[in-house]
């Protein structure tokens, strides 16, 4: 299949630019039946036994304003730790520099390891602290670029679940949730589990044209935890459905998997990359946003809905649905 075959048009006035209060007032529609609801009616969409598995991931401040030995400035974006000393940066302009280039940000002295490709390098970075503690108070916290919007606070780009610093951009669909709907859901039946996978920014870059399996996917670090494991294995053998909070979810989860559809504990790296004619081992439904066109994510979005993908953002962009990352929902019910 051909990129262009999950492409579509989508409206600037459709892109969310401000984050809707309280969070879980946004929009939330139902695939199934494309019934238009509200986020704080998913206790009663879902079904007293469904486990929910959660990202716990938290978007790290990894925009920093770093000088050259030359005194020019560029602007960092320290997207995934290689090592305690080897870190994947994008930089803006990329355009003069060099392996060897030196740059310097407050108490963090880093070396360019890696000729700019795409505007991203390989950094050796040399601190007295641990990186992430110097970018609590040094960095800024990355929003996406299409965001022109102004939050009151950073944590609103953060999730409720956030826990586990190290991703470049948040699980967006668990943002909807709060402490009375997670309460109210508890209070009727439905679980909760949590995984962590560190989201990196190539998830959301539009593909190329050509083939959609000629992309490249990244890696992305995950970790699922024994008590994760042991309630989805709980979920299925009581009958319940494995509800997947986001497109990361989704990966960590068909990652982990087993052939017999159990989930293995543990930590590791995904490329996976999931397209239609892939037949998911685990997770029975997704919550999740609208994404953007000719991304790996629409592509998951098709494999997990088929061919109604397209009636279905057809639907959201007609009725005023909010696309993209501070945007509304969708609940899909997996086709098996």
Same mark, same amino acid.
């Given at each position: 299949?051909?990129?262009?075959?999950?492409?579509?048009?989508? @409206?600037?006035?459709?892109?969310?630019?401000?984050?809707?209060?309280?969070?879980?007032?946004?929009?939330?529609?139902?695939?199934?039946?494309?019934?238009?609801?509200?986020?704080?009616?998913?206790?009663?969409?879902?079904?007293?036994?469904?486990?929910?598995?959660?990202?716990?991931?938290?978007?790290?401040?990894?925009?920093?304003?770093?000088?050259?030995?030359?005194?020019?400035?560029?602007?960092?974006?320290? +997207?995934?730790?290689?090592?305690?000393?080897?870190?994947?940066?994008?930089?803006? @302009?990329?355009?003069?520099?060099?392996?060897? +280039?030196?740059?310097?940000?407050? @108490?963090?002295?880093?070396?360019?390891?890696?000729?700019?490709?795409?505007?991203?390098?390989?950094?050796?970075?040399?601190?007295?602290?641990?990186?992430?503690?110097?970018?609590?108070?040094?960095?800024?916290?990355?929003?996406?670029?299409?965001?022109?919007?102004?939050?009151?606070?950073?944590?609103?780009?953060?999730?409720?679940?956030?826990?586990?610093?190290?991703?470049?951009?948040?699980? +967006?669909?668990?943002?909807?949730?709060?402490?009375?709907?997670?309460?109210?859901?508890?209070?009727?039946?439905?679980?909760?589990?949590?995984?962590?996978?560190?989201?990196?920014?190539?998830?959301?870059?539009?593909?190329?044209?050509?083939?959609?399996?000629?992309?490249?996917?990244?890696?992305?670090?995950?970790?699922?935890? @024994?008590?994760?494991?042991?309630?989805?294995?709980?979920?299925?053998?009581?009958?319940?459905?494995?509800?997947?909070?986001?497109? +990361?979810?989704?990966?960590?989860?068909?990652?982990?998997?087993?052939?017999?559809?159990?989930?293995?504990?543990?930590?590791?790296?995904?490329?996976?990359?999931?397209?239609?004619?892939?037949?998911?081992?685990?997770?029975?439904?997704?919550?999740?946003?609208?994404?953007?066109?000719?991304?790996?994510?629409?592509?998951?979005?098709?494999?997990?809905?088929?061919?109604?993908?397209?009636?279905?953002?057809?639907?959201?962009?007609?009725?005023?649905?909010?696309?993209?990352?501070?945007?509304?929902?969708?609940?899909?019910?997996?086709?098996?």
């Amino acid at each position: 299949m051909d990129t262009s075959s999950f492409d579509y048009d989508l @409206p600037e006035s459709s892109i969310a630019q401000e984050a809707i209060e309280p969070r879980d007032a946004a929009r939330l529609l139902v695939a199934r039946g494309m019934e238009d609801r509200a986020f704080i009616d998913l206790p009663q969409i879902l079904t007293p036994g469904d486990l929910l598995v959660v990202n716990n991931t938290r978007v790290r401040p990894a925009r920093v304003h770093a000088l050259k030995e030359t005194g020019g400035r560029v602007e960092l974006l320290l +997207t995934k730790r290689i090592s305690e000393t080897e870190w994947e940066s994008m930089v803006r @302009p990329a355009r003069r520099i060099r392996v060897g +280039t030196k740059l310097t940000a407050g @108490p963090l002295a880093m070396t360019v390891t890696t000729e700019p490709e795409r505007g991203i390098v390989t950094l050796f970075v040399a601190s007295d602290e641990p990186v992430d503690d110097v970018l609590t108070t040094l960095g800024e916290i990355p929003l996406p670029p299409y965001f022109h919007g102004v939050l009151d606070s950073d944590e609103r780009y953060q999730t409720m679940f956030a826990a586990t610093i190290g991703s470049a951009a948040a699980p +967006t669909a668990a943002l909807h949730f709060t402490p009375t709907l997670v309460a109210a859901m508890s209070e009727r039946g439905i679980h909760f589990a949590e995984v962590d996978l560190e989201v990196g920014l190539d998830t959301f870059r539009p593909m190329d044209d050509g083939p959609i399996l000629d992309h490249e996917m990244h890696q992305e670090r995950y970790t699922v935890p @024994p008590s994760a494991a042991a309630a989805i294995a709980e979920a299925k053998e009581r009958g319940s459905r494995v509800v997947a909070v986001g497109t +990361t979810v989704v990966r960590t989860l068909e990652t982990a998997a087993a052939t017999d559809g159990s989930v293995r504990a543990g930590s590791g790296a995904t490329e996976l990359f999931i397209s239609p004619g892939y037949r998911p081992r685990v997770v029975d439904a997704v919550i999740t946003n609208f994404h953007a066109p000719r991304t790996t994510l629409i592509v998951m979005i098709a494999a997990l809905m088929g061919p109604e993908w397209r009636e279905v953002y057809d639907h959201a962009i007609e009725f005023g649905y909010r696309f993209l990352s501070f945007g509304d929902a969708m609940f899909i019910e997996v086709n098996q």
